[in-house]
Structures are given as C-alpha cells and as structure tokens.
Antibody, heavy 121, light 114 residues
C-alpha cells in the first residue's frame, strides 16, 4: 500500500535552513506529482508546493516562493523541501502528499503522517 | 487565487442525526468542457493526517461509508453525513483544483457529537 514517511523536522532559529524529506513506497513514485501541505498549530491546511512527476514543473505558494524549493529524486523515491530563511510563521506540521495525476495538481490521494517544524529563537 | 469558504466553522450533531457542511468557492470550479467540478473533500481526525473522501465533488473514495455524500456544482457544494457516527468526529476540508497548480483549501468545519 502507499506509504509516505516525512522526516527532517525540528526546532530551528529564525533565518536558518532546514531540509525535509519524504520517502515514498507502494506506488510508482516517478509517475505522480507530489505536494507539500502545511498546517500551523490549531489551524487549517495550506498548500505549499507541487512538483510534477519528472521534476520539470515546480510551483509554490507566494509566501514561500524564493525561500523554499521543492525537488525530487525518482531513483530514491524521495521528495524534498529545502526551506531557507525560515520565519516564525513557517511553524507547522508539514505533510507530503501524492497527487492523483502526473502533472501539477489535482486532488491528494494519500498523505504522510507529517513532520513538525518549529521556528523559534 | 480561488478562495474557499466553509460554513459553519463547527457543528455539534446528535448520534444518528444528519450533519451538513457547506463550501463556497469565490469563482466557479466547474470545467465546462467536461462538466466536472474540480472539488475534493478531506476528513482529518484528531492527531491524524487528512484523508481524501470525495473528488469531482461527488465521487466517493473507495472505503468511505455511504452515509457520506457530496453534492453541488459551480460555486456551492455540500458534504452531508446522513447519520452521524462517533467515528465521524473530525474536521472536514474542501479543496479546489480548478486553478491548478495553486490548490486552495477551505478553513475547515469541525464536527462534534452533541
């Protein structure tokens, strides 16, 4: 069955960097678009970024564009989120999620358990 | 971006009673060429990640009980739980994928037992 396991979260000071990983299994990773979605404590869901099946298309929400970079390694079935210049408002649980399709965004069929990122001095 | 607005923010329903959640989009998510509404619903139980329950507004995901139904078209959508069970306590989110790649979610509706 589909499994998505995030890692890399933790406590980081404002302005520093962190890289999240999401290890995928149970499906042909290289055939699907993948997303990062975050959820601030006690808040709703916020879409962060998407990458197409081959990494050829990448998009992100305005608040992270220029600071966060989504990437993937299909040989390792792993999704990444490089987060630079972190701010307090980036504090959230970060979920990776599998798209229904191969391109740049439809509905999200499977989600990981999430990894908590806390930005605090 | 398309703004998704859910109502109510929360509701308490007695076991066995009907729960109705509304979702309104700031512009139509109905794609005229295929007559499909680009809307999904998710269920998030406490301490768990979200789970897909509907896509194309009314197509139930495999394994979702048939007491759940999705309806609506254009800008107005409804998620209905016909007979609330204890395991349905959760926050429910709608999400549009019409303006892909910029996906947007509603603010969520918390369903509790009265």
């Amino acid at each position: 069955q589909v499994q998505l396991v995030e890692s890399g979260g933790g406590v980081v000071q404002p302005g520093r960097s962190l890289r999240l990983s999401c290890a995928a299994s149970g499906f042909t990773f290289s055939s699907y678009g993948m997303h990062w979605v975050r959820q601030a404590p006690g808040k709703g869901l916020e879409w962060v970024a998407v990458i197409s099946y081959d990494g050829g298309k990448k998009f992100s929400t305005d608040s992270v564009t220029g600071r966060f970079t989504i990437s993937r390694d299909n040989s390792k079935s792993t999704l990444y989120l490089q987060m630079n210049s972190l701010r307090a408002e980036d504090t959230a649980v970060y979920y990776c999620a599998k798209d229904f399709g191969y391109d740049s965004g439809t509905y999200l069929t499977h989600w990981g358990q999430g990894t908590l990122v806390t930005v605090s001095s | 971006d398309i703004v998704m607005t859910q109502s109510p923010d929360s509701l308490a329903v007695s076991l066995g009673e009907r729960a109705t959640i509304n979702c309104k989009s700031s512009q139509s998510v109905l794609y005229n060429s295929n007559k499909k509404n680009y809307l999904a619903w998710y269920q998030q139980k406490p301490g768990q990640p979200p789970k897909l329950i509907f896509y194309w507004a009314s197509t139930r995901e495999s394994g979702v009980p048939d007491r759940f139904s999705g309806s609506g078209s254009g800008t107005d959508f409804t998620l209905t739980i016909s007979s609330l069970q204890a395991e349905d306590v959760a926050v429910y989110y709608c999400q549009q994928y019409y303006s892909t790649p910029r996906l947007t979610f509603g603010g969520g509706t918390k369903v509790e037992i009265k």
